[in-house]
């Protein structure tokens, strides 16, 4: 990932002050195993009141596929492209307004800067909300809250780099899946328990030798989450490992480098943009 957010600049500067003075700069580097535990899609959590709703997301989906928008936004994140801050209106009732449900501490999907939203879902969401016609409204929640949101109708769609699963079914209904995404692993930069692995089930089997001891930090509500503790819907048997769940990435990989975790699991594109705004310090 080529932009870096200042939150996750101003994470890591606290994490290397952690770390302590004199400390050498290598002590406060990670890296990302580049090897995908899992297969996922990402799509968007629709109101399942809302037929036409849904009916219009697809039809915007696949209109900005076909026709290079799509490129172009995750170009702003993965190449050379500049990031688009988006602006979130007042809730307003009496207004025709498209409220969305997201986690803003989800990059490249998902973060704040100042008072703006940036990310590739951020974007779309401007985009969709001016293809309905609507004004845009972005409800920032904690990610286990985004599909129940939308499942009590406090807001219209969920957009916050949600993979597609039917547990998460039972409160919205899914548009056409936009993104394929996996889970990957972190570790410290000197760490080599994975680096002889080269694929995932080398990697499970390392994971299915450790006991509690050993602690894995993930976000709490995702698929990392599930991965780690397991979980039947998600089709996870889990690992003997003690998960410790955080708010966001940056925190996990944070506790990370201090020392008080072992490794963290999470989407992959966000574990790239975590690792490397530390490492380019």
């Known amino acids: 990932m080529k932009k ?94 498209l409220v969305v449900a997201t986690n803003a501490a989800f990059e490249p999907f998902e973060y704040t800067k100042g ?33 129940l949101a939308v499942g009590q109708q406090k807001c219209d769609i969920a957009m916050a780099g949600l993979t597609v699963n039917e547990e998460r079914k039972e409160y919205v209904t899914f548009s056409t899946s936009y993104y394929n995404a996996s889970q990957k692993v972190i570790v410290k930069t000197e760490d080599t328990t994975f680096d002889n692995c080269a694929d995932a089930a080398s990697v499970e089997a390392i994971l299915n030798g450790f006991d509690a001891t050993t602690k894995i930090g993930v976000q709490n509500g995702t698929t990392g989450q599930f991965y780690v503790e397991g979980n039947a819907d998600w089709g996870f048997a889990g690992f003997p490992v003690t998960s410790t769940g955080y708010k966001n990435g940056s925190l996990a990989v944070q506790d990370l480098i201090n020392g008080n975790i072992n490794y963290v ?13 530390i490492n380019n310090l």
Not at 126 to 138: C, H, S
Not at 265 to 277: G, Y
């Open 265 to 277: 699991i999470i989407d992959s594109a966000p574990a790239a943009a975590i690792v490397e705004a």
């Open 4 to 97: 870096l957010t200042a939150m996750l600049l101003a994470l890591t500067m606290a994490v290397v002050m952690l770390t302590g003075c004199g400390a050498e700069a290598s002590s406060a580097k990670v890296k990302v195993i580049d090897i995908d535990l899992t297969q996922e899609e990402y799509a968007f959590g629709v109101d399942k009141t809302q037929p036409e709703l849904l009916e219009k997301t697809n039809e915007f989906i696949a209109q900005i596929m076909s026709d290079g928008t799509f490129e172009a936004i995750c170009n702003n994140y993965f190449g050379d492209g500049t990031p688009v801050a988006v602006k979130s209106a007042e809730l307003d009732e009496s207004k025709e307004q």
């Open 115 to 147: 008072d703006s939203y940036y990310g590739i879902d951020m974007e779309i969401a401007a985009k969709l909300a001016e293809y309905l016609g609507q004004e845009l409204v972005i409800q920032n929640m904690d990610f286990d809250a985004v599909c």
